[in-house]
């Protein structure tokens, strides 16, 4: 008999998917490779394309709940994912907090809920910079997330429960011995120009969470469920070495902050505001 918490966690709404929630879709940024907004964020173009969301990580011998089987989706849009985690002073200048010191400002923030998330990407959006330029900031979706983490590729990631010596990716997915905390980019980037996908820092999305939406959810730029509880949280930390799962995620009430859970921003191209 499931419990009160998981009926809760049953979203009653699955049809509204990506065409029906998005607004001001974002024009299509032709011959951009990369992007550097007004405070020195660097986003890199993620081409669309197909892929194999949920693929089980191969050396890992827990088989997958079967309500989250793997699935093809298809990113229809290109889109500029943040090469690195929203870092302290970025978040500082911005919401104007006075909270960093000079060591850390090249960390990744984090110990933020995801509505605080929410509002940095709507501020950043505001600057009158970003609008005459005609950008605008989110969460990548859950797919978005791990079609980035994959290299936009079906290929399923190689774990391995102890650190090779000749690792140096910074990857640190269930593997021992834990890495400590480190400015964003001391990793070499995946393929796609991206860092710390699988390192550093747990990073917000914007899905809500619902147990067994694999099996429902919109083949095409799905959105998450239209409403929920928890959000969904994408990647790794530096000191996790426990559970072993695909591309390992664990979810927050966006009311909730950890240490452990930061975020990265897309950024949109949208029409210009002179």
Same mark, same amino acid.
């Given at each position: +008999?499931?419990?009160?918490?998981?009926?809760?966690? *049953?979203?009653?709404?699955?049809?509204?998917?990506?065409?029906?929630? *998005?607004?001001?879709?974002? #024009? &299509?940024?032709?011959?951009?490779?990369?992007?550097?907004?007004?405070?020195?964020?660097?986003?890199?173009?993620?081409?669309?394309?197909?892929?194999? +969301?949920? %693929?089980?990580?191969?050396?890992?011998? %827990?088989?997958?709940?079967? !309500?989250?089987?793997?699935?093809q989706i298809h990113i229809t849009q290109d889109y500029f994912l943040s090469m690195h985690e929203v870092? $302290?002073?970025?978040?500082?200048? #911005? +919401?104007?907090?006075?909270? $960093?010191?000079?060591?850390?400002?090249?960390?990744?923030?984090?110990?933020?809920?995801?509505?605080?998330?929410?509002?940095?990407? $709507?501020?950043?959006?505001?600057?009158?910079?970003?609008? *005459?330029?005609?950008?605008?900031?989110? @969460?990548?979706?859950?797919a978005e997330w791990e079609y980035a983490c994959r290299d936009g590729k079906s290929a399923p990631y190689?774990?391995?429960?102890?650190?090779?010596?000749?690792?140096?990716?910074?990857?640190?997915?269930?593997?021992?011995?834990?890495?400590? @905390?480190?400015?964003?980019?001391?990793?070499?980037?995946? &393929?796609?120009?991206?860092?710390?996908?699988?390192?550093?820092?747990?990073?917000?999305?914007?899905?809500? =969470?619902?147990?067994? =939406?694999?099996?429902?959810?919109?083949? &095409?730029?799905?959105?998450?469920?239209?409403?929920? =509880? #928890?959000?969904?949280?994408?990647?790794?930390?530096?000191?996790?070495?426990?559970?072993?799962?695909?591309?390992?995620?664990? +979810?927050?009430?966006?009311?909730?902050?950890?240490?452990?859970?930061?975020?990265? #921003?897309?950024? $949109?191209?949208?029409?210009?505001? !002179?």
């Amino acid at each position: +008999m499931k419990s009160k918490f998981e009926a809760r966690l *049953k979203s009653d709404d699955f049809t509204h998917e990506a065409a029906s929630r *998005k607004i001001n879709k974002p #024009i &299509k940024a032709t011959g951009l490779l990369s992007i550097v907004n007004s405070i020195g964020m660097k986003f890199a173009k993620v081409p669309a394309g197909k892929f194999q +969301m949920g %693929i089980p990580d191969l050396g890992n011998n %827990i088989n997958p709940p079967s !309500e989250v089987p793997e699935h093809q989706i298809h990113i229809t849009q290109d889109y500029f994912l943040s090469m690195h985690e929203v870092t $302290e002073q970025q978040y500082n200048i #911005i +919401m104007r907090t006075a909270e $960093e010191t000079e060591e850390k400002k090249d960390f990744p923030i984090a110990n933020l809920t995801w509505f605080q998330t929410q509002s940095f990407c $709507e501020a950043l959006s505001d600057l009158p910079t970003e609008k *005459k330029a005609g950008r605008r900031y989110r @969460l990548p979706t859950e797919a978005e997330w791990e079609y980035a983490c994959r290299d936009g590729k079906s290929a399923p990631y190689r774990w391995h429960s102890r650190r090779l010596a000749t690792d140096l990716t910074g990857e640190a997915g269930g593997i021992a011995p834990p890495l400590p @905390l480190q400015p964003v980019g001391s990793f070499p980037p995946n &393929k796609l120009g991206l860092f710390d996908m699988r390192g550093n820092i747990w990073e917000w999305t914007a899905d809500w =969470y619902d147990r067994d =939406y694999y099996t429902r959810s919109s083949t &095409k730029d799905p959105q998450g469920p239209a409403n929920g =509880y #928890i959000k969904v949280v994408r990647g790794t930390d530096w000191r996790f070495t426990g559970e072993r799962c695909r591309i390992d995620y664990p +979810m927050l009430p966006p009311w909730k902050s950890s240490p452990m859970v930061g975020f990265r #921003i897309v950024c $949109e191209l949208i029409e210009k505001h !002179e």
